[in-house]
Each structure stands twice: as structure tokens, then as C-alpha cells.
């Protein structure tokens, strides 16, 4: 069997079998139990005095982002925002991060050291500090971050989630992807970028996305005990959540949160970036409707209950997500878009 | 310039300045004071009851390994222990691992589940757990490890070895070296590979190295301050050390420890590649000669004082390594091999 043949997604899962069952050899260590390990945003274990947060992210050029759309100071921000996000979404803050590097031989060292001025700038706004890493030779780009971080209070899980639930978000769905969409439309029309207001947000909402450590804090604090990061899009987020925990989800759709500027320029389109679209970083979480309700104005701009956590059965298993309009009906997935479910009536 | 300009080293160098100066923002972090960045074999923070090691270590196909000379069994258990080893090297228990995988799609899941076994075998062997990771996609193979120690005591640094400390090390030298110019020679001649006890203990020294976890506890306890592994080569790591302190340092060739099997396997090379094989993974590490003298029969087998730490100026700089033979003449590095002099006499 070869990886093309499961994915990535197959691959952790049975790699994961393999480290959870512990069967082959996998022991807990001596001092510090684990309270989180695979299948979260982060490994967490407990320390004398608190939590201890680990996890990692890796970008490859050509597969993880491109020259074009993301330049080379923004891949750094990038390469840590994601770490962040997940450190955000158990509720932590970030402390230390080790960065690896892949380097091809024909790579540019001013082009690396512009990198690294991103990898700052991000530490600096978020209080976190590159303390080293790896350079190796490689024939392709790569750039691995570990970052570790703390959390005063019990980790907020994927698995927690139950029926009843409200499911919130903690800002604006789709701009990142809309900006990486208006990148490769120029791209491929080989025009020059998109200009205007409009244009700058989405660009800045996909190179410079903000990790939502803040919102995190305040889910932490008020009793929320379920959350994960959108990274890669709200739908199939919201399904890996609700697998974990073993439920089922509905949004509504004109609930889902888009900023004014991704409705301007992509009127017809803006519903199907926010439901699909990845690298957003605000959090997803679900906590009771009268807990979740009140928490909405003390998040980020854009923030907004979106639907609810059913049982699995009401919706056919575990991980089902449904998405509803206005009137109650079910919007489905083609050709890259959210519609209504076609009518085949000429059949 | 471009990075095969200035080496993976010239990178790490510059980009050191540029984290460690802070100038261009990367903050301390507010809780955990930072002991140790950039520069040392971990880098280490102060948590409310101990110390915290962070270290990461990056193994990629074709550049660090090649399916020949290392089984994927052997791959897993590799790509944890450089990472123990710097860990054991300051003195530390390892505590968690983060593995990240860069797959190109036509790879076998056997394979990769085959190199978890021999992660966890590494983990059980040395009561640490994997917790979690990351997969991407990749067009050449790579694995990174990150890991999290704990030390009880001050970590053991590259940067304080005093001229008139005596060098130690903690075992054998250039068995892994050994192990690997073996596969390699057969390789070479596309013959079988070697058979024979000699064979057999110089490619499990290349495949399965122990990392020096108790020597470092050991060298911890006793109040050795100095301490860093051999991971590439013996006057290489020992050169990095001097520079760190400012001092310099000779060897006495015939002090060197090399496996009775090592000699049987190389009569003419042996000195040779434990002066300069690496992933030996022993630990490398100087302090008063009163003190380390006693400490040699705690440590594991092999382990010897091999030289002296001097000034800089006896040698002419820092970070100058001298290795010395029985009758104080020095032995120069030409065509791979370490020899005496060449008296050019002919001119």
C-alpha cells in the first residue's frame, strides 16, 4: 500500500494506533503524565505548576504555498502563526519555538534571513521566542516549527463536544481563502495583482493571518471545554470535532460570519470560502447556548453562533455535518461550491 | 549569495545573530526565563520546579541516510536518538517527541510503519513517549523530531571549559563510523555485505546507537559543567566546544578509545575514524583533571581521558584542536586520514 493510496489523513490514523495503543513499546514517561496526546491541536502533559503544550506544522514549497502568493517574510509569519493557532485553540499561550529549515544549495541566504524577520515579527506580537532549530541540506524547500506553551487551565478538546451544544466561532470565515483565490486568478489570467481595499485585506487576511490566542483565553476562562482551530476550512474542521467527540453538527449557513470586504469582491462565492476555505485561524468551539451566547461580544470581530451539536443519529453519524439555509434546507457540496441540492428532474 | 556559498553553518550563524541580538524583535517570553538559546545542544528554560530542553534534529533521504545503509527500522530509531543525545548531553531526561513526516506519495505505509516500530522501541528503551506530529507531503523523503527534556541541575554547557581541564569522553569512538564505511565499501564492490562479530557490532553502532543518557546524569551529579555529544566527528564537535569557551585544546592520539573490534575490523583506520566519524553519539566533556579522573569508571565502557583544555593563544585561537602522537608531535588531517606531517623533503 503505498501513501497515495490512504493520504496523509491514513496515514496518521494508523500511525496513531500504533503510538495510542502503545502495544509496541510506546511508554509513558516517569515524570510528567500526559493528559492529550495525537489526535488533537496539541500534546499537552502535566507539569508541578501547569500545563506543558507541544506541537508542530511543516510548509513545503509547491505543495504548502508558493513563491508568488506568499513572500518570503509572510512564510515566516505563517510558519509560526499556525503553531500559534493551535497552542490558541487548547486555550494556551505560546512560549518557545525551534524552527528546522530544508535548504536546497541554490537557495538565497537574504531570501531565509527575510524569512526569519516574519518569524519575529510574529514573535514579538505574540510574546513568543525562536531559541534555535535545524538547517539541513535538502532538494526541496521546507520549514518545520516546533512550538511549546503553557496553559493555566484544564486544555480545551475536540472531544467534549455534546448534543444540545451551541457551536460558535471566534471571527470572520474566508478571507484567507479568498485572498489566496484573487492571487491565483492573476496568476493564472497573468495580469497583474488586484488592487483596492478589498484586495490588501484578503492578500493581508492569507499572509498575515492572526492567531486567536486571546479568544482562546477567554474560552478557557469562561468554562468552555471544547475547541479546535479553523486551519483547514469550517465544514471539514467542524466534522474532524464533532468525529472526536463522537457527534453530529448542523450550521446555518447565513450565520456563518464574513467580513464586508469578502462579500464585495466575491459576492456569489463568499458563502462557499467560508465553509471551505482553509488557514483562517479563528477557533471553533461549543459550550451550552446560554454560556456560548453571552461570550460572543467578549471574541474578535466577526465572532457569531453558527449552529448546533445533535446527536449522530439525527443526521446519519458521527462527524456529519449539515449545512441549512434559511428554510431549513440542506446545502451540499459540488464542484467546489455550496448549493442546494440539485434538482434532476429531467431524469 | 546563496546558501551552498556560506554552508548550512554560515546560515545557522547568521541567523543566530539575528534571533540572539533580539534587535529585530523576538521577545523573551513572559513566564519562563530563558537559560540557554541558539548555540548549545538544546536550547533550556527555567519552569517554576526545574528546567525545561527543547531540541529538534532533521534526517532527509539521499542528504543523511540511504535505504541501504539504514533499515526503516533502524531510520526510526535514529532520528529519536540524535535528539536523546542532545538532551543527554546537557544533562536531561527526555520526556515527549513531535514526529514530522515529509512523504512523496509513492512511499510504502509498511516502511513508515516499520520506522514507528523502531521509534517506539527507542521510546520504551529510554522512557519517553511520541505524542503526536505531522505528515505532509514532500517530493523527497524527510523525518524531523522535536523533543522536550527535564534536568534537575544546570544544564551542561559548550561555553565554559577553562584551560587546564582534562578532556573526557564517554565511550568508544568511530564504531558508527566504522559501521557505515563498511556498507558502504560493499556497496561500492555490489558485494554481500560483510559477515563476522566484528561486521555485526560496527553496523548495529551505526543503525542503533545508544545515546549517553546516564553518563549525563552521572557527569550532572558530580558537578562537571562542560559537557556536549560527538555527533559530528570528534575534533569537529571538540573544535565547536573550544570556540564556545574561548580556549583551545590538545589530544593525545593514542588516549583515543576505539573498540577492540573497531581495530580488528580497521587496523589502519581506526584512529582515523574516531577522530573523525561521527555518530558516535558518546559525550564529549572536560572539568578539573581531580575530578574527572575519578568519574571515567562511572561512565560506560570505553570511556577515557583523552587530552587537556589550553588557551587560545597556545595554540594559536580558539576553537583550535591539536591531537598530539606518544611523542608530542602533532598528527594533521590530509585525503581523509589523520598522519603525521608530510615531510616534503623532495623540494
Known sequence: MLVREIGEFGVIERLNRMVVGRGEGNEAVRAFPLLVDTGDDTA??????????????????????????????????????????????????????????????????????????????????????????????????????????????????????????????????????????????????????????????????????????????????????????VSDGLVDDLGKLCAASGVAARINASAVPTHPLLRHQFPDECLSLALGGGEDYVLLFTGPPGVVGPLIPQLGEGSAVIGTVVSPEELGGAGRVAVLDDTGRELSLSGGGWDHFEQTGAH
Chains 1, 2 share one sequence.
Do not use: C
Open 44 to 229: 499537552v502533559w502535566q507539569t508541578g505548576e501547569g500545563r506543558e503544550l507541544f506541537t508542530t506544522d511543516t510548509m513545503v514549497e509547491g505543495v504548502h504555498f508558493t513563491r508568488k502568493t506568499t513572500p518570503w517574510r509572510e512564510l515566516g509569519w505563517k510558519a509560526i502563526a499556525s503553531n500559534i493557532s493551535d497552542v490558541a485553540s487548547m486555550g494556551g499561550l505560546p512560549t518557545y519555538a525551534l524552527i528546522t529549515l530544508g535548504l536546497p544549495p541554490e537557495t538565497m541566504v537574504s531570501h531565509i534571513e527575510e524569512m526569519y524577520r516574519g518569524m519575529l515579527e510574529i514573535g514579538a506580537e505574540y510574546g513568543m521566542g525562536v531559541v534555535g532549530g535545524d538547517i539541513v541540506r535538502s532538494p526541496v524547500f521546507f520549514v518545520t516549527t516546533a512550538l511549546t506553551g503553557v496553559a493555566q487551565r484544564p486544555p480545551l478538546l475536540r472531544s467534549t463536544a455534546r448534543p444540545g451544544d451551541a457551536v460558535g466561532v471566534s471571527g470572520w470565515l474566508g478571507s484567507s481563502a479568498g485572498g489566496l483565490r484573487l492571487m491565483l486568478n492573476s496568476e493564472i489570467a497573468e495580469g497583474p495583482d488586484a488592487t483596492g481595499e478589498a484586495a490588501d485585506f484578503l492578500r493581508n487576511a492569507h499572509r498575515r493571518p492572526a492567531p486567536a490566542v486571546q479568544a482562546g483565553q477567554v474560552l478557557s476562562q469562561k468554562g468552555i471545554e471544547t475547541a479546535m482551530d
